[in-house]
């Protein structure tokens, strides 16, 4: 807090200055606000449509904006801000020509409450985005221009037309305007012919076109103007022309969609036909059908016939083996017959032959073999063996036949699949190209449809949000942050300034100054009170006397570097706190420039007697200069003799800026003080001193910091909080008047 108090001091000082300075400020701000043009700010947003969250997301719109991508926001946002949008606003409002009503202070420039409004045919370039001024005096018109290569000056009348360097331009009185709003009609005005492109760049300045948030498919667009109803206007005009822009290049897209694929729907369509005539020809010269299902009924076919022959040679081998059962004559007797063959008259002949069997070995029980019943019995075996055999014979000539026939038809059946691949892949080719004639039509016509609703439907799925409000108050200047930007450099200069004349100065203002730039001991604070007390002189004296550097018996010198940094009070005030502790002494003037005020007796130095002389005596070698300068030994003989006679001899000498003498007192003084004084004494008397001491080898030379403020103690440190705002207020008092001073006198 005691370095806080330090480092503010200066700004607590000069605190009129900061204080002027802030007020200029201000009344710069104030100045500025005044003559800036007002600009007035009106904004709109524009609701973007995406595929993704929008309105042509539902499926009664899907895909009506044909052939067309998501855009991104900056993509819009610049198109928005583009010379072409900007063209087609501009023609929905009259912006073609600017007037202004110029004032001795502000110009003003009118819109709607313009009392003249301008009719013009100009051909001529030089004269577009030319301010051109006029005066009014009692419908007479003055118009001149000084900018262009060919000054201007045209003399005519309201309502009439003017010969402008061959373009023809017309003021008209606007007799609705004056009466309703009652305008006067005479004074300075000035107006613009704009060129297209200066139009465009003009308005293109104050626009600006901005995304609200990039994951927002919002557009915020700013317009900014003098005339409130001129911004609203020229906002709503971009945002309505925005729109219909959309719509017509979406319609424009569709109608050329529609066009296009007419063209390829007929074209598509004969390659169509084309390709559904190849593939009904290969169809008929090959017989195909369906190929896979042909494919798969010939490998049935061919599996039949393979199962059928397989049943056939089982038949055949079954045969076969009956036949030898048969020619063996084995039958019945050592084994069973095993008939594999399934022929019905067969079987029916073997069972019989069984029945007959049995029936001749009942005989032979009974009966001899010639016997009559026995020969009949063998007479119909040997008929039904030859049955059998017969059948056996033919149904294996059948069997034959029929294994021949399947093996044929067999043979035929598994050479139909040869030319299968050869058949498919052509057949797949011919189906491919009609599917990809099929699906490129199909894709065609159904496009076809969604464009022919696009072309016929004006409807726009961006939509205007907001629309541009007449605003009410400007928003530029903007007399708050102006005021406060001003105000705000203005304390910035202010304090500025104070610590720079605090640093271009370079005084000393306190122990800190003092200790940075010397190693020469500080003894102590003199306040600026301490003429009415010598309270600090006391401290110092005594302070002194305890360290053992202040003793009976030497020579006090005392003296600075300037003559207005007060030593000689110094030099007084030491004498004085002397006397006060009880020690003899006197006081030596060896500065004839400066004597104390108060002083009531001076003594010279040569003519006075040693014997007679009385404590606290006051010596002056003033009326002795010139034999002093002639004879220096005579100084110090002097000197040694008052030292003789008093404790203390305390020598005010003269300040070393302007003489060498003081140096000669100080190598012979048992003490020295060299006095600086606040605000007064310069820093590099502080460093010269150091100097002084080295080179003339100056021993127990001691600083002493005068006129110091009364709420800092010896250590630096801020006391008595009350007597420091009161001696600032004091300092306040006397910048003041000097200003005032210096007021009155320019």
């Not at 009503?101 to 985005?129: A, H, Q, V, W």
């Amino acid at each position: 807090m005691q370095r806080l108090l330090i480092y503010i001091k200066p700004i607590l000082i000069r605190l009129p200055l900061i204080g002027l300075i802030f007020v200029m400020s201000l009344v710069i701000a104030h100045q500025i606000i005044k003559y800036t043009p007002t600009q007035y700010l009106t904004i709109a947003k524009i609701k973007l449509d995406t595929r993704k969250y929008g309105v042509s997301n539902d499926l009664l719109y899907k895909d009506f904006d044909v052939f067309t991508s998501e855009n991104k926001i900056e993509t819009e946002a610049e198109i928005l801000g583009s010379h072409l949008l900007i063209k087609r606003a501009l023609k929905k409002v009259q912006f073609n020509n600017q007037i202004k009503r110029i004032g001795k202070i502000k110009t003003t420039t009118l819109y709607n409450n313009s009392p003249i409004s301008l009719k013009s045919e100009m051909n001529n370039r030089l004269l577009f985005d030319a301010p051109f001024k006029v005066l009014i005096a009692d419908s007479v018109i003055y118009l001149s221009n000084n900018n262009l290569k060919t000054p201007v000056t045209l003399e005519g009348k309201l309502n009439e037309w003017m010969n402008l360097q061959g373009n023809k331009i017309m003021l008209v009185i606007n007799d609705s305007i004056i009466a309703t709003q009652q305008l006067h009609l005479n004074g300075k005005y000035g107006f613009t012919f704009f060129s297209e492109e200066g139009l465009i760049n003009h308005v293109r300045a104050h626009l600006q076109v901005t995304a609200v948030d990039k994951e927002m498919t919002i557009l915020r667009v700013v317009f900014k103007d003098e005339m409130p109803q001129k911004a609203a206007d020229f906002n709503n005009a971009l945002c309505e022309a925005y729109i219909e822009d959309y719509v017509q290049m979406k319609t424009y897209a569709a109608n050329k969609t529609v066009d296009f694929i007419d063209l390829k729907l007929d074209e598509v369509g004969e390659d169509l036909e084309k390709a559904e005539f190849a593939l009904e020809q290969y169809k008929l010269k090959n017989s195909v059908v369906n190929v896979r299902q042909e494919t798969e009924t010939g490998i049935r076919q061919v599996a039949d016939l393979q199962i059928q022959l397989v049943n056939t040679m089982m038949e055949e081998k079954a045969i076969l083996e009956l036949e030898q059962y048969l020619d063996s004559g084995n039958y019945f007797t050592e084994t069973a017959i095993q008939v594999g063959f399934g022929d019905l008259l067969l079987t029916e002949l073997i069972k019989k032959l069984k029945i007959l069997r049995d029936e001749k070995h009942d005989l032979t029980i009974r009966f001899t073999e010639g016997s009559d019943e026995v020969k009949a019995v063998n007479a119909k075996i040997e008929e039904i063996i030859f049955y059998i055999n017969e059948a056996i014979r033919s149904n294996r000539n059948n069997i034959k036949i029929k294994r021949g026939q399947l093996e044929t038809d067999l043979e035929i059946f598994a050479h139909q699949f040869d030319n299968i691949p050869i058949l498919e892949r052509r057949l797949q080719i011919l189906q491919r190209e009609f599917n990809l004639q099929e699906s490129v039509f199909n894709f065609l016509s159904q496009k076809r449809i969604e464009a022919f609703i696009a072309s016929t439907s004006s409807t726009s799925f961006h939509r205007i949000i907001q629309q541009a409000y007449v605003p009410s108050a400007p928003s530029a200047p903007n007399k708050t942050l102006i005021t406060f930007v001003c105000g705000l450099l203005g304390l910035i200069t202010g304090i500025t300034i104070v610590f720079l004349l605090r640093i271009t100065e370079a005084k000393v203002l306190d122990r800190e100054d003092i200790e940075k730039n010397s190693l020469l001991p500080l003894s102590g604070y003199i306040h600026k009170e301490a003429n009415k007390s010598s309270k600090d002189y006391q401290t110092i004296i005594q302070s002194l006397i305890l360290k053992e550097l202040l003793k009976a018996k030497q020579l006090i010198t005392v003296t600075s570097t300037e003559a207005n940094e007060g030593k000689t009070e110094v030099a007084h005030k030491i004498l004085n706190a002397l006397l006060d502790k009880g020690y003899s002494a006197c006081i030596v003037n060896h500065d004839a420039s400066e004597v104390p005020t108060d002083l009531k007796q001076e003594l010279n130095l040569l003519s006075l007697k040693i014997n007679e002389l009385t404590s606290g005596a006051v010596i002056t070698t003033r009326n002795d200069q010139k034999e002093l300068g002639r004879n220096a030994s005579l100084l110090t003989n002097k000197l040694e003799e008052l030292k003789d006679v008093y404790d203390f001899v305390v020598i005010n000498a003269a300040p070393i800026a302007k003489h060498i003498e003081p140096v000669v007192m100080m190598k012979n003084a048992g003490i020295s003080f060299f006095v600086f004084k606040a605000n007064v004494s310069q820093i590099e008397w502080v460093q010269n001193i150091n100097l002084l001491a080295e080179e003339y080898t100056l021993k127990n030379v001691h600083l002493l910091l005068t006129d110091v403020d009364q709420y800092i103690n010896y250590s630096g440190n801020y006391v008595n909080q009350k007597v420091n705002v009161i001696g600032i207020m004091k300092q306040w008092k006397a910048q003041l008047v000097g200003l005032v001073k210096l007021r009155s006198k320019k």
